[in-house]
């Protein structure tokens, strides 16, 4: 333990350290995703499209999925917002 790590812990505070279980929608629908399978270069952008109000991925989830799904197939190449996802963790692993 080095001693700035050691300090963190003395004092209470976590370091913030992303989990590698898990992926951040920037990374896995990054702008050769988005550009590849819609007509976004973020999926900000894509989402802003739909009108949604997101600011987390839980935001995300909280969509209703017939309404994300609708959205997902007018402006994706994807048949539903599962088929997008399970697609950009395909990608994201195999890079």
């Known amino acids: 333990m080095t001693m700035e790590e050691l300090m963190n812990e003395l004092q209470g505070q976590k ?9 951040s929608f920037e990374k896995l629908f990054n702008e050769e995703f988005m550009s590849k399978y819609s007509n976004f270069k973020s999926f900000d952008e894509f989402v802003i499209k739909g009108n949604f109000q997101v600011k987390t991925e839980e935001d995300v989830a909280d969509i209703p999925d017939e309404l994300f799904d609708r959205h997902v197939v007018r402006e994706t190449k994807f048949a539903d917002w599962k088929s997008m996802l399970e697609t950009a963790n395909k990608e994201y692993v195999r890079n």
């Open 15 to 23: 370091m913030n350290q992303e989990d590698p279980n898990e992926v």
